[in-house]
């Protein structure tokens, strides 16, 4: 059961575009957002999180944009660059009642490819 | 702060045989957790340990076990391995806090090892 979707499966920008990467869910107790970067070669690294008491977070050229209703979110990435190149995963997770580490459901990824 | 360190990076085993990957976490971390990479299937969660316990568990079969030590280093144990079974195996840490334990709330950041690829033949 896919309970992240995510989309486009490949995205090709020019230098300075927009890239932008969509997720939806269906489990309404995810309560936390993460993205993840991955260049070959590496494990995932964190990009920039959220939580539904939001609807967008901004962290340099990175943004994420929530709409609690609809279950969807999505990934903005403002004047993109060659340098962001890579595979771009989606998460989602819920509160554990033990409290320990959050169990991620990831998205399928999108390979991002920036055009100099 | 070094990284989360994953040994080895890479391995090939054959069909029947059963291998055992380590990762050491982030100093003063005590979560680790470990997920499956393949292009298939993406990135899927198997088990996440906090002080030496299994906390979570994901919808492998029981072939893959895992374990912690005092120190937080985990190692995950795949036993007769299968073809199916070759992937990028990741691990990551975070500094979760146990909330009937001393400390408050709960740390989010998972920081992800390099990951082992492991190839069966």
């Known amino acids: 059961q896919q309970q992240v979707k995510q989309s486009p499966q490949s995205l090709i920008v020019q230098k300075g575009g927009i890239s932008i990467i969509n997720c939806a869910y269906e489990?309404?107790?995810?309560?936390?957002f993460p993205w993840y970067q991955q260049f070959p070669g590496k494990g995932p690294a964190l990009l920039i999180a959220?939580?539904?008491?939001?609807s967008e977070k901004k962290e340099g050229r990175f943004t994420i944009s929530f709409n609690k209703s609809a279950k969807q979110f999505s990934l903005h990435i403002m004047d993109s660059q060659p340098g962001d190149s890579a595979t771009y995963f989606c998460?989602?997770?819920?509160?554990?009642?033990?409290?320990?580490?959050?169990?991620?459901?990831f998205g399928s990824g999108t390979q991002l490819t920036v055009l100099p | 702060k070094a990284g989360v360190t994953q040994t080895p990076r890479y391995l090939i085993k054959t069909r029947g045989q059963q291998v055992t990957l380590s990762c050491s976490p982030i100093?003063?971390?005590?979560?680790v957790s470990w997920y499956q990479q393949t292009p298939g299937q993406g990135l899927q969660f198997l088990f996440e340990?906090?002080?030496?316990?299994?906390?979570n568990k994901g919808n492998f079969p029981g072939r893959f076990s895992g374990r912690q030590f005092s120190n937080s280093r985990s190692e995950m144990n795949v036993s007769t391995l299968e073809l199916g079974d070759s992937a990028l195996y990741l691990c990551?840490?975070?500094?979760?806090?146990?909330?009937?334990?001393?400390?408050?709330?709960?740390?989010?950041?998972?920081?992800f090892g390099p990951g082992t690829r492991l190839l069966v033949l």
């Open positions: 990551a840490s975070s500094a979760a806090f146990d909330r009937g334990g001393r400390g408050r709330g709960m740390k989010e950041t998972q920081y």
């Open positions: 489990n309404t107790a995810f309560d936390y």
């Open positions: 959220i939580r539904p008491d939001v």
């Open positions: 998460a989602a997770s819920k509160t554990t009642r033990t409290g320990s580490a959050r169990q991620l459901t």
């Open positions: 100093s003063g971390h005590r979560s």
């Open positions: 340990y906090f002080s030496e316990t299994q906390r």
